[in-house]
């Protein structure tokens, strides 16, 4: 397993990605905030050209890649500065869940549109008062039944009907649906197991409400109210038996695109922050000569580039189909890339002095946007815990 040579078509993706990224760059972003848009040229244009369904199977119009050549795609339009974050969510979480366990309908309904970019599927499992305990989810799934078995409950009339709320959904507005995790009773236990459901966006009683937050990022985000949201027997995808295992296998792709997003964003800052320290004199030399400038550059490098190397093992181990040991994996670099990008963020920013709070630099917004990578999907002190307990082996305090 090579993780740190690239292959040649890895790298000519790398340079087309790059150079696409370079036409867009962050004053797209910028511009796209302030006409309160989201990024479609972007996307579209990234859709035609292949990058979005590059980890996509091949029958289905995907590139037939995995999580690591659709994370390098989201790495170096990030360190362009202009990311697509619901590459996070709409190829990578919900194209692969449907991919690994969707029906053949629903393959033929999604994956074609999710690969060129002309569907979007946002993903919902936060809830207001469900956070980071996702086993505390409340949203559920009742089997109505049409007076037949669930198998046939299109034609028969039974169906879904979903109760609940979530909150902080990333591009509700602009996903054709979202998948939404719920939760179904046991019919043997009683008790309430996951289960996913593809809720296209103008169903009626699914109603959302723009969050207002502080953020520089053409993507918005929503809480969600299901109110007797009623859906066909098919809207459920895969097994209503294996639900936690589906949602795993589209958890550990999550991480890694975020680890994506996070070193992305580090570069992006580092490069900015790098240019103007060659540039910027106010003694004998350019600041870049002064160690106290150099050295946490130098150190955030380090740092961001020890952080995609586990991104990148753990996108292996995710196209390996090794989901236990990617788990550990994407945690681990979800973590290593939170922390670098919150770092090299910070040292790009006091590099640049004044410069660096200024809108024309465009660096101090990313103070707050680096943030997110420290608290979604899972937050720092989660993944502590889970290495803790799942890798270490030490006791649960909670
Ligand atoms: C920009 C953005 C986009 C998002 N997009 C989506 C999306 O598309 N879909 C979606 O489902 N969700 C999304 N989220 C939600 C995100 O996954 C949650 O914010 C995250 O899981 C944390 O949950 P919380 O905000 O409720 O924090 P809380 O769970 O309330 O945690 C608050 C703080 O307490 C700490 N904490 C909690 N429990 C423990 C513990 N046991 N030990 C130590 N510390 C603890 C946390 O680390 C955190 O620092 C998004 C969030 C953001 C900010």
């Excluded at 890649?65 to 974050?85: F, K, N, Q, R, T």
């Excluded at 690969?115 to 599927?121: L, R, V, Y």
């Excluded at 090299?344 to 943030?371: I, P, Q, Y």
Aim: charged share 20%; glycine share 12%; proline share 4%.
């Amino acid at each position: 397993m090579s993780v740190v040579i690239e292959t040649e078509e890895h790298k000519a993706l790398r340079e087309a990605v790059a150079a696409l990224g370079r036409r867009y760059g962050r004053a797209y972003v910028t511009k796209a905030l302030e006409e309160g848009k989201g990024p479609e040229e972007l996307w579209n244009e990234a859709g035609k050209l292949g990058y979005l369904g590059v980890s996509l199977p091949e029958e289905y119009g995907g590139g037939g890649g995995g999580i690591y050549e659709l994370s390098l795609v989201l790495e170096e339009l990030g360190a362009a500065g202009c990311p697509l974050l619901l590459l996070v969510v709409s190829p990578a979480i919900c194209g692969t869940i449907i991919a690994r366990f969707g029906t053949d309908e629903q393959k033929r309904e999604w994956l074609p549109g999710l690969a060129d970019g002309s569907k979007i599927m946002s993903f919902g499992i936060t809830e207001p008062d469900a956070g980071s305990n996702s086993h505390r989810i409340t949203t559920t799934a009742r089997w109505e039944a049409g007076g037949t078995s669930r198998s046939s409950g299109a034609e028969s009339g039974g169906q879904w009907v979903l109760n609940g709320r979530k909150v902080f959904i990333s591009g509700v507005d602009i996903s054709d649906a979202t998948l939404i995790v719920g939760r179904t009773e046991d019919a043997r236990t009683g008790r309430l197991k996951p289960a996913l459901f593809i809720v296209p966006r103008d169903t009626p009683g699914f109603h959302r409400t723009m969050l207002d937050m502080d953020l520089a990022a053409a993507e918005k985000q929503f809480e969600l109210v299901l109110e007797d949201v009623r859906l066909p027997a098919d809207a459920l995808v895969g097994d209503e038996d294996a639900g936690l295992l589906q949602l795993f296998a589209g958890l550990n792709p999550e991480r890694v695109m975020t680890a994506a997003f996070a070193v992305g964003m580090a570069r992006h800052a580092l490069t900015a922050a790098i240019g103007y320290a060659k540039e910027r004199q106010v003694w004998k030399t350019p600041i870049g000569a002064h160690q106290a400038i150099q050295h946490p550059l130098a150190v955030a490098h380090i740092e961001v580039e020890t952080a995609k190397l586990m991104m990148q093992k753990a996108a292996h181990l995710c196209d390996a189909g090794d989901d236990l040991a990617a788990g550990e994996a994407a945690n681990m670099a979800k973590y290593a890339a939170g922390e670098a990008c919150v770092k090299a963020v910070d040292t790009a920013v006091h590099t640049l002095g004044g410069n660096g709070l200024t809108k024309e630099f465009g660096l101090a917004s990313l103070v707050n946007a680096s943030r997110v990578a420290r608290i979604a999907p899972v937050s720092r002190e989660m993944i502590l815990n889970f290495v803790s307990h799942q890798t270490l082996g030490l006791p649960k305090s909670y």
